[in-house]
């Protein structure tokens, strides 16, 4: 597991990198890309995209998890509630919801940052009445709340590494469903799955976004270490938009089919490797 902080001399050049890649951090995640990230379901549901619960993750896992698992289960729970969100399933955005705050309190992380809390609340209110909500300004609103935090997640070496950590678990759990839903679309254009606002196939801009994130986070957190198995970040999500930046055309479909499966086989593996209980 990586650690920030193991010596005085860690945290100093952690405190004064974050100093340094605060602002480029909410350059990155800029609220529009949130918001493209955040949506990713509602323009799903145009292909004929359904609910699918068996596609969430268990909600019963925040007490055998490390530490480092804790941080991407919360980012993996936060795209289930927005997947549940998009298709108004109350129960299921509540209880990743309710997820979500067990994994903050498990790992003390109100206790060293002062969270808004208003991406919970919007949250909370879509479940208390999904037939009522306008799912354009619910996205909205969870986009904006998302970087309002930002800043103060960006505070300290820990909450960093949650920041980091929970949106690679997003990504891996987004990718995880991209790959289950493949065969409900049809066409090598199709194997994005995403859409942009525009209406064009997604070429990686979320993947691209991450890696920019990555880069620049590095000195905060750079690998993962799950059941013994060290992987850098980047590699996978390297992976993933390299696979979504293919060429299209149908000579190259087979090779696009056979990368996809490749890339398929290992986010699986990561995403079975955060959710297997550590104890």
Do not use: C
């Not at 990198?17 to 609220?31: F, G, K």
């Not at 090779?255 to 104890?279: E, F, G, M, Y």
């Amino acid at each position: 597991m990586p650690t920030l902080g193991a010596d005085r001399a860690t945290v100093a050049q952690a405190t004064h990198s974050l100093e340094q890649i605060s602002a480029e951090v909410q350059r990155v995640l800029a609220q529009q890309k949130i918001n493209n990230a955040f949506d990713l379901f509602k323009r799903l549901s145009a292909h004929g995209i359904t609910w699918q619960p068996s596609l969430l993750a268990p909600n019963n896992l925040a007490e055998r998890l490390s530490d480092e698992q804790l941080r991407m289960y919360a980012g993996i729970k936060l795209f289930d509630a927005l997947y549940a969100a998009t298709f108004k399933q109350r129960k299921a955005v509540a209880e990743a919801v309710a997820v979500i705050e067990d994994v903050q309190d498990r790992l003390d992380l109100r206790a060293e940052v002062d969270l808004s809390s208003a991406l919970f609340t919007t949250l909370k209110r879509a479940a208390a009445d999904p037939q009522g909500i306008d799912l354009d300004k619910t996205f909205g609103h969870l986009a904006a709340s998302y970087i309002q935090d930002v800043p103060v997640l960006m505070a300290n070496p820990r909450s960093a590494e949650y920041l980091v950590d929970s949106l690679f678990g997003f990504t891996i759990q987004q990718a995880y469903m991209r790959g289950k839903f493949h065969d409900a679309l049809q066409g090598a254009g199709d194997f994005a799955l995403d859409k942009s606002a525009q209406g064009q196939p997604d070429r990686g801009e979320w993947e691209e976004v991450m890696l920019t994130l990555l880069k620049v986070a590095a000195p905060v957190d750079k690998d993962l270490t799950v059941n013994g198995r060290t992987i850098a970040k980047a590699d996978i999500i390297a992976k993933m938009h390299s696979a979504l930046r293919a060429d299209t055309t149908p000579e190259e479909t087979d090779a696009i089919k056979a990368q996809w499966a490749a890339v398929n086989k290992d986010i699986s593996s990561i995403r079975a490797a955060i959710l297997t209980p550590a104890r």
